[in-house]
């Protein structure tokens, strides 16, 4: 990354790793199939929501930091 603090580039990292294991775990669960969901529905609703939840949230943090001016991170 150009011109970016090397703190603003560990959460750009972290952010990219938290992203791919949230996508990682979401195939995982859907991976599980329909018996797994037939037999846990709320419990498969509720980790589904929050993994989306999770997901969405590391893609608009990731715009956010890509977006910063750079003298914005150095504070």
């Known amino acids: 990354m150009k ?10 990292d972290a952010l990219h790793e938290l992203r791919q294991m949230t996508i ?7 991976g599980l199939g329909e ?7 709320e419990a498969h609703e509720a ?5 989306h939840d999770i997901l969405a949230r590391t893609s608009k943090l990731g ?3 890509l977006r910063a001016e750079p ?3 150095a504070q």
């Open 3 to 12: 011109n970016r603090p090397a703190a603003a580039e560990e959460a750009g």
């Open 24 to 30: 990682v775990s979401i195939r995982v669960l859907d």
């Open 35 to 41: 018996p797994f969901r037939q037999a846990y529905e």
């Open 47 to 51: 980790l589904s929501f929050c993994l």
């Open 63 to 65: 715009d956010d930091l």
């Open 71 to 73: 003298k914005e991170m």
